[in-house]
């Protein structure tokens, strides 16, 4: 008799994978949600989040965003066809289309909440897609880990405010929709969830410069793909998944079209690839179709053909490597970007406390699954230099070389790594079912653990390969020891008839996940998780003296205020002040923010400070110090900075606000707008 939805065991069946699912994402969100109170009305924890609720203001406001942000970056205002808007988009409908369910709803809590729904619902499809592919134990515990990881627990909490958690979940569907869409053999349904996947990945192109490294998982599934076959199997859907996304953000963006700063190399990482791997793949297709004496030849052609494409993207990026100091901290960083905290290069303490033992295990089922699924020994060499130069660098660098020559090292590492993935790919003989899945989870480790190594602000993505493969190795310990403990001579016939041997690895399992969660020599995850929740979400700029002068600012000044301010509190200017501002943590133009520091706050010049203000139009300087920059202490004198905030013990005030009032001498100079940028430096000539 074939199961059918009618039959109690089978509901009895879903209606548990139900229930501990749902008590999985109660848990993430429980935990992500503690402690709202302490942050005031209206605040975020973040000053990345005043720039998405700004933008989503705009969108609730006007129904789009401007070409330009005249409120910001002032003279020349910021160019927003260069951004890549769909989160504050997001936000702004959602709020639409709640409100009219529950009217007291307003946008500030739509963008408060939207980072602990949006990983949530990464989690839940990350999870049932585990189940389906790994079983229901081996999900739950993917989905325990990856809801409590203090990892995880910062960039996706309520009040943070950023689109990490969206990108997040816009990778995880991204990739899973495209494995399903490789698992479906039916045409329709294949061509459904690649559609769908297509889909997803062009919203996840309009939504996040960095979105080409979730594409990246998937061509390299399809790269090994073609490495470990003789002949073309989908190239049809790939086309379609293909058409979905590229020929669409070219014309749904300037980004893509004309892209510069952030947005310069959007074209070449994020479209070039997927069309690059369709070329060799047709190529290769059309040569064995030509000449049939190639088809013994394929394996080694798709491999020359691959190499070519490698060593042309080498060429790009040598040729253009000059560029990549202001668009990317992957490739390169400047004085401003090593200032920025979740751009700094993590530390072991800082694997510890925020993943604990988490990280060795994921390592450890990282190459669990590598040998698991390849049997190939010269490849775990490079993996395992790869992971303790990821995680320990600083023993490294401390101890056996410089800085540069362990950055050295590591590309070498990369390079063995590519090359054993390569070969390892060429000489597989056969795919399982579920190798295409490690695939892409291998990759998501390795492409997020180079990022990683760099920039903290990565580690959340990188929490889910870490997840997965500490559930791998998990399971593949609780399989030894039940075995060893099933088949010991000390074990009795009941305790064999009573404890199955998967029952007794199911068990086994989840002590290990217990001993992580409590206790303190694995790592005390439980623990940890406790003190992320409560102690790293802080209110910002919370119940302070800065947020005081906000609240004056929106009370006294008019809406048509410049107020020159450090860059970090740019977008509160504009969401809490209502001012208009002319840097912000955007980093749009970096060289203003370096000008800013030199003309304002170091240069003993008081006409140098005044031109530079005067030349962005500044109305107001704000000042977050206890002494005020030279070229103020030397200008009080004159007149020219009138102090209006506050009135009472201004000189002891950790905040002061000066009004401006320029002598008729100062006037603007266009050398404190050099920008650094060609196409910037030309729209400002013009102007």
Same mark, same amino acid.
């Given at each position: 008799?074939? &199961?059918?939805? +009618?039959?109690?065991?089978?509901?009895?069946?879903?209606?548990?994978?139900?229930?501990?699912?749902?008590?999985?994402?109660?848990?993430?969100?429980?935990?992500?949600?503690?402690?709202?109170?302490?942050?005031?009305?209206?605040?975020?924890?973040?000053?990345?989040?005043? =720039?998405?609720?700004?933008?989503?203001?705009?969108?609730?406001?006007?129904?789009?965003?401007?070409?330009?942000?005249?409120?910001?970056?002032?003279?020349?205002?910021?160019?927003?066809?260069?951004?890549?808007?769909?989160?504050?988009?997001?936000?702004?409908?959602?709020?639409?289309?709640?409100?009219?369910?529950?009217?007291?709803?307003?946008?500030?809590?739509?963008?408060?909440?939207?980072?602990?729904?949006?990983?949530?619902?990464?989690?839940?499809?990350?999870?049932? =897609?585990?189940?389906?592919?790994?079983?229901?134990? $081996?999900?739950?515990?993917?989905?325990?880990?990856?809801?409590?990881?203090?990892?995880?627990?910062?960039?996706?909490?309520?009040?943070?405010?950023?689109?990490?958690? $969206?990108?997040?979940?816009?990778?995880?569907?991204?990739?899973?929709?495209?494995? @399903?869409?490789?698992?479906?053999?039916?045409?329709?349904?294949?061509?459904?969830?690649?559609?769908?996947?297509?889909?997803?990945?062009?919203?996840?192109?309009?939504? !996040?410069? /960095?979105?080409?490294?979730?594409?990246?998982?998937?061509?390299?599934?399809?790269?090994?793909?073609?490495?470990?076959?003789?002949?073309?199997?989908?190239?049809?859907?790939?086309?379609?998944?293909?058409?979905?996304?590229?020929?669409?953000?070219?014309?749904?963006?300037?980004?893509?079209?004309?892209?510069?700063?952030?947005?310069?190399?959007?074209?070449? =990482?994020?479209?070039?690839?997927?069309?690059?791997?369709?070329?060799?793949?047709?190529?290769?297709?059309?040569?064995?179709?030509?000449?049939?004496?190639?088809?013994?030849?394929?394996?080694?052609?798709?491999? =020359?053909?691959?190499?070519?494409?490698?060593?042309?993207?080498?060429?790009?990026?040598?040729?253009?490597?000059?560029?990549?100091?202001?668009?990317?901290?992957?490739?390169?960083?400047? +004085?401003?970007? #090593?200032?920025?905290?979740?751009?700094?290069?993590?530390?072991?303490?800082?694997?510890?406390?925020?993943? /604990?033992?988490?990280?060795?295990?994921?390592?450890?089922?990282?190459?669990?699954?590598?040998?698991? %699924?390849?049997?190939?020994?010269?490849?775990?060499?490079?993996?395992?230099?790869?992971?303790?130069?990821?995680?320990?660098?600083?023993?490294?660098?401390?101890?056996?070389?410089?800085?540069?020559? %362990?950055?050295?090292?590591? $590309?070498?590492?990369?390079?063995?790594?590519?090359?054993?993935?390569?070969?390892?790919?060429?000489?597989?003989?056969?795919?399982?079912?579920?190798?295409?899945?490690?695939?892409? $989870?291998?990759?998501?480790?390795?492409?997020?653990?180079?990022?990683?190594?760099?920039?903290?602000?990565?580690?959340?993505?990188?929490? @889910?390969?870490?997840?997965?493969?500490?559930?791998?190795?998990?399971?593949?310990?609780?399989?030894?020891?039940?075995?060893?403990?099933?088949?010991?001579?000390?074990?009795? #016939?009941?305790?064999?008839?009573?404890?199955?041997?998967?029952?007794?690895?199911?068990?086994?399992?989840?002590?290990?996940?217990?001993?992580?969660?409590?206790?303190?020599?694995?790592?005390?995850?439980?623990?940890?998780?406790?003190?992320?929740?409560?102690?790293?979400?802080?209110?910002?700029?919370?119940?302070?003296? @800065?947020?005081?002068?906000?609240?004056?600012?929106?009370?006294?000044?008019?809406?048509?205020?410049?107020?020159?301010?450090? !860059?970090?509190?740019?977008?509160?200017?504009?969401?809490?002040?209502?001012?208009?501002? &002319?840097? *912000?943590?955007?980093?749009?133009?970096?060289?203003?923010?370096?000008?800013?520091? #030199?003309?304002?706050?170091?240069?003993?010049?008081?006409?140098?400070?005044?031109?530079?203000?005067?030349?962005?139009?500044?109305?107001?300087?704000?000042?977050?110090?206890?002494?005020?920059?030279?070229?103020?202490?030397?200008?009080?004198?004159?007149?020219?900075?009138?102090?209006?905030?506050?009135?009472?013990?201004?000189?002891?005030?950790? @905040?002061?606000?000066?009004?401006?009032?320029?002598?008729?001498? &100062?006037?603007? *100079?266009?050398?404190?707008?050099?920008?650094?940028?060609?196409?910037? *430096?030309?729209?400002?000539?013009?102007?």
């Amino acid at each position: 008799m074939t &199961i059918g939805i +009618k039959n109690p065991a089978y509901q009895s069946s879903i209606l548990v994978i139900l229930g501990i699912f749902t008590a999985v994402l109660c848990l993430a969100f429980s935990i992500r949600i503690q402690g709202i109170s302490r942050i005031p009305e209206g605040q975020f924890t973040g000053s990345d989040a005043y =720039f998405y609720y700004w933008q989503a203001q705009l969108v609730a406001e006007h129904g789009q965003l401007p070409e330009r942000d005249m409120r910001r970056w002032l003279p020349l205002g910021r160019d927003l066809r260069q951004t890549l808007n769909l989160y504050a988009y997001t936000l702004a409908y959602t709020h639409k289309a709640l409100v009219l369910l529950f009217p007291k709803l307003s946008l500030y809590h739509v963008a408060f909440y939207a980072p602990v729904v949006c990983f949530c619902i990464g989690l839940g499809v990350l999870c049932f =897609f585990l189940h389906h592919t790994y079983g229901l134990v $081996f999900s739950s515990v993917v989905g325990i880990l990856l809801a409590t990881l203090p990892g995880s627990i910062k960039r996706s909490a309520a009040g943070f405010g950023d689109r990490d958690a $969206f990108c997040l979940m816009i990778g995880i569907l991204a990739v899973v929709t495209y494995l @399903v869409s490789l698992q479906r053999s039916p045409a329709r349904k294949r061509l459904i969830w690649t559609l769908t996947s297509g889909f997803i990945v062009f919203l996840g192109g309009i939504s !996040w410069e /960095g979105f080409g490294v979730f594409l990246s998982v998937i061509l390299i599934v399809e790269l090994y793909r073609f490495l470990s076959s003789e002949t073309e199997e989908g190239l049809g859907f790939y086309l379609l998944w293909m058409l979905c996304f590229v020929p669409t953000l070219y014309l749904a963006s300037e980004a893509y079209r004309s892209g510069y700063g952030f947005a310069r190399h959007l074209f070449a =990482f994020m479209l070039v690839p997927p069309v690059v791997i369709f070329g060799i793949r047709t190529l290769r297709y059309l040569l064995i179709l030509k000449v049939h004496r190639l088809h013994r030849c394929a394996r080694p052609l798709a491999l =020359f053909l691959t190499l070519v494409s490698i060593a042309l993207a080498l060429g790009y990026v040598f040729v253009q490597y000059h560029t990549f100091a202001d668009t990317t901290v992957a490739l390169g960083s400047n +004085k401003l970007m #090593e200032t920025v905290g979740e751009l700094r290069r993590p530390h072991l303490k800082y694997w510890l406390f925020r993943y /604990g033992s988490i990280f060795v295990f994921g390592s450890l089922g990282f190459i669990i699954a590598s040998k698991r %699924n390849w049997n190939r020994t010269f490849m775990l060499t490079p993996f395992i230099l790869f992971i303790f130069t990821t995680f320990f660098r600083e023993f490294f660098e401390k101890h056996l070389w410089n800085t540069s020559h %362990n950055a050295l090292f590591f $590309f070498l590492i990369l390079v063995s790594c590519t090359i054993a993935f390569l070969l390892t790919a060429m000489y597989q003989k056969s795919r399982e079912n579920h190798q295409d899945i490690i695939v892409a $989870f291998i990759a998501w480790f390795f492409i997020w653990g180079v990022l990683a190594r760099d920039a903290r602000r990565y580690d959340l993505f990188l929490g @889910v390969a870490l997840a997965v493969f500490t559930s791998e190795a998990i399971q593949y310990l609780a399989c030894l020891l039940s075995e060893k403990i099933w088949h010991s001579k000390y074990m009795s #016939e009941v305790f064999r008839k009573d404890m199955p041997t998967r029952r007794l690895k199911n068990c086994l399992t989840f002590a290990m996940i217990g001993l992580i969660l409590f206790w303190p020599i694995t790592g005390g995850h439980a623990r940890r998780t406790y003190t992320a929740e409560k102690k790293i979400r802080l209110a910002f700029p919370g119940d302070t003296p @800065v947020s005081q002068a906000f609240r004056w600012m929106k009370s006294e000044l008019p809406h048509t205020a410049i107020v020159a301010a450090p !860059w970090r509190y740019g977008s509160l200017l504009n969401v809490l002040g209502g001012v208009k501002t &002319i840097i *912000d943590q955007d980093h749009y133009i970096q060289q203003w923010i370096h000008l800013y520091n #030199e003309y304002v706050h170091k240069v003993s010049k008081t006409r140098e400070t005044l031109e530079f203000l005067k030349t962005h139009n500044a109305t107001h300087l704000m000042v977050t110090q206890k002494h005020p920059p030279p070229g103020v202490k030397n200008a009080t004198l004159n007149n020219v900075f009138l102090p209006v905030y506050p009135t009472d013990n201004f000189k002891k005030s950790m @905040v002061k606000v000066w009004e401006i009032h320029y002598p008729s001498d &100062i006037q603007p *100079d266009l050398k404190y707008l050099k920008t650094g940028l060609p196409e910037i *430096d030309a729209q400002l000539q013009l102007q």
